[in-house]
Nanobody
């Protein structure tokens, strides 16, 4: 059964840092692009950052560029999101997702409409 499971959320003060992790079942990880998304109450889901199978193609939303860093360790079937300089507006439920894009790299990596989703982990940033 395909699945991804997020961890690492929590409560942090503004200006602080958190690292989110997403562990995927081996059968889906290697040739899948992976991404982080978030949704705050009353707002649409936002694609934050995505990474190709090798890490060679990356996408960052303007809202998190220069503050968040996505990475993956294929040997551990794990995706990471290092978040720095967190702001109260970063408060949301954060989701990991995967999409089978194969062993391809992209100039413009797709970062929407991914098909495999986790349950999410809550990030709350206090002012």
């Amino acid at each position: 059964q395909l699945q991804v499971v997020e961890s690492g959320g929590g409560l942090v003060q503004a200006g602080g840092s958190l690292r989110l992790s997403c562990t995927a079942s081996e059968e889906i990880f290697e040739d899948y692009a992976m991404g982080w998304f978030r949704q705050a109450p009353g707002k649409e889901r936002e694609g934050l950052s995505c990474i190709s199978w090798s890490g060679g193609s990356l996408y960052y939303a303007d809202s998190v560029k220069d503050r968040f860093t996505i990475s993956r360790d294929n040997a551990k079937n794990t995706l990471y999101l290092q978040m720095a300089n967190l702001k109260p507006e970063d408060t949301a439920m954060y989701f990991c997702a995967a999409e089978q894009l194969g062993y391809n790299e992209y100039d413009d990596l797709p970062c929407s409409a991914y098909s495999v989703w986790g349950q999410g982990t809550q990030v709350t940033v206090s002012s």
